[in-house]
């Protein structure tokens, strides 16, 4: 039996750099996706541009498919569901479903990139309006018309006037148990906010935060170029209320550096929803029987020291699975879960070797 | 010739978990570091735990040494510094002088984990009184009290009844060049302030900041906790300057959020100081021909979709050498750098034998 096949579970940015990774250091590998196309969220969700890099997410994705496309060790395969697993690393026995039927394999590692998916405004929340109100929408669907190249009023079909973000819309946020901060919303939304600057210059574009969390690079990279060059508002606020007057929406809450409150007719009003574990996440932690960590997502051991390594010996996970990721966490985690996938194989093979 | 010596440089997190990883794929490495010890900086500054595991620095670290120590595939080198570098990779001839003088060494890849520097408040911001005043610490300083388990106003040697943290020193400050946001700082400060807290109960603690930028699980980890179990005061503000009354710290600014103007005397001031590029990186840059990013950090490639591959060819970078990085993103690119150079080294002697 050949010790050395693994299963990387998830084809986007994570799943896509781990399952690279561990073809090129020589080890058999089988990617697979229950979605029809790899990419991830990127593609799936409709990506405009990358965040931060603002590069195309289309091109970004292709580049990063083609790297495993006809990769001698990789196998991929789209459309295609785990449904049982049993056994423990080196001989895990997975049967996945894929457009063909059924198939067993036997694999020796697995790492689980199977990422997050987005909060759902409507779910809990209801102060914002967003299945009530046209022009209330995500920093997903607003993705979707910056890719269209044609961000306008969903109400009407015009170019807005006035445009804001709503920040922590299900992150950060107690009543409905989500403790997190999801990381990436702030530098998302001020990736938007350029964009729509860009493409409707007349629009002034406002976003409403409790902390701008632009971390790193993103401090000048976006968050100043935003301020500087492109006049977007960053306001200090919490939003108490999303409500229509006539055919406007009104944003109602307080400015807390002002310390007044305030009320601003909106034409488009975008809310910055955070990550949650996503079903995959989730399905995956019950088959491989890996336990979740406070918050849902994949739990991981060894703190900050082992970031991809689960309490199940050999399977490992990268990305968003393991909690809020942006794509740099998604990739070196990738990375990172796919040497230590390649040196478990190894060391495996090497027990077996010695015990004759 | 063996086509798969790779050499790391810095025994800090980054390097450490790069130089396992590489050994645990089966390649030869030699690890490296100018210091008489590894650990890197959670070590050589003291630091009493880590963000945001709060978990001892000293065990941490004694863990992840221990790991590479006695490894079959590892050759550890303290007190060793690069003076020398030439050729390409897959054949680098490098130079290292060590305790027992200078040796040559030809390696086919390189991965640069040389980290950062904490900013020095007293080269260019002379607001916060670093050198003038002796209650006037930085989170470094601090942490050293912290390990030694005495958390005392310097000046006096009795335990503080007021301390506060003031953030993005060295950071987010165009004045003095420093354009992007350290990340770790705001976590680092509050876990400091958790632990001041628990050692000395009756001092109130402060954190004066613009924006706390607790992101992923830190929100609730840390910041929360530090509100609600510690009573940690956070004041969103600008502090303007730092002066003396008497013999105690007094510090003026503005309260943000309640737009007022704040002038408050402490025992202790922390200064929470930011990262900069370590002397070592901008030497491994010159040495091995790497561009610097705009920051002044090791550049790396393929921007947020490829965080360890820098523009010469075998050489890899990890860790703080690349920019503001937190612990789990230094041991991710540790990882990814370790899978990255060892399929460099795998794909080349690929390339070796086809060409006979």
New interface residues.
């Given amino acids: 039996m050949d010790h050395n096949l693994i299963l990387v579970i998830g084809g986007g940015?994570a799943g896509l750099?781990a399952a690279r990774?561990t073809g090129?250091?020589?080890y058999p590998t089988i990617l697979v996706d229950k979605r029809d196309v790899f990419g991830g969220t990127p593609i799936s969700a409709g990506y405009a541009a990358?965040?931060?890099?603002m590069?195309s997410a289309d091109e970004?994705m292709a580049?990063?498919i083609e790297a495993v496309l006809n990769h001698d060790e990789i196998d991929l395969r789209t459309g295609t569901e785990i449904i049982a697993v049993s056994g423990s690393a080196p001989e895990l026995s997975v049967t996945l479903r894929g457009p063909k039927g059924e198939e067993q394999i036997t694999i020796s590692s697995a790492i689980i990139a199977t990422g997050f998916q987005h909060f759902d405004p409507g779910r809990e929340t209801q102060i914002y309006g967003y299945y009530e109100f046209d022009d209330v929408i995500t920093l997903v669907d607003a993705e979707k018309m910056l890719k269209a190249g044609n961000f306008v009023r969903p109400s009407t079909g015009e170019p807005p006037k006035q445009v804001c973000f709503i920040q922590c819309v299900g992150s950060?946020d107690r009543q409905i148990g989500n403790?997190?901060?999801?990381?990436v919303c702030c530098g998302v939304a001020t990736k938007e906010a350029i964009e729509i600057r860009d493409l409707v210059p007349d629009c002034r574009v406002f976003v409403f935060y409790i902390?701008?969390?632009?971390?790193?690079?993103?401090?000048?990279e976006l968050y100043?170029k935003a301020q500087e060059e492109k006049k977007v508002n960053f306001i200090?606020g919490i939003v108490t209320e999303v409500t229509m007057r006539g055919d406007t929406v009104v944003v109602k809450g307080e400015d807390?550096?002002?310390?007044r409150p305030m009320e601003i007719a909106m034409d488009v009003v975008i809310l910055s929803v955070g990550m949650e574990p996503s079903e995959g996440t989730i399905e995956m932690s019950k088959l491989f029987n890996i336990p979740l960590?406070s918050?849902g997502f994949i739990a991981t051991i060894g703190?900050?020291?082992?970031?991809?390594t689960t309490s199940v010996p050999g399977i490992f996970v990268a990305g968003a699975a393991a909690?809020?990721?942006?794509?740099?966490?998604s990739?070196?985690?990738?990375?990172?879960?796919?040497?230590?996938a390649?040196?478990f194989c190894?060391?495996k093979s090497k027990e077996l070797a010695a015990a004759g």
Same sequence: chains 1, 2.
């Fill in positions: 940015p750099e990774g090129d250091l020589g990358l965040t931060p890099d590069r970004a580049e990063m950060r403790f997190w901060c999801s990381k902390d701008m969390r632009m971390y790193g690079f993103w401090e000048d100043w200090r807390t550096t002002m310390g960590e918050h703190g900050a020291l082992n970031t991809v909690g809020p990721a942006d794509l740099e966490d990739i070196s985690m990738g990375g990172a879960s796919a040497m230590k390649a040196a190894r060391n």
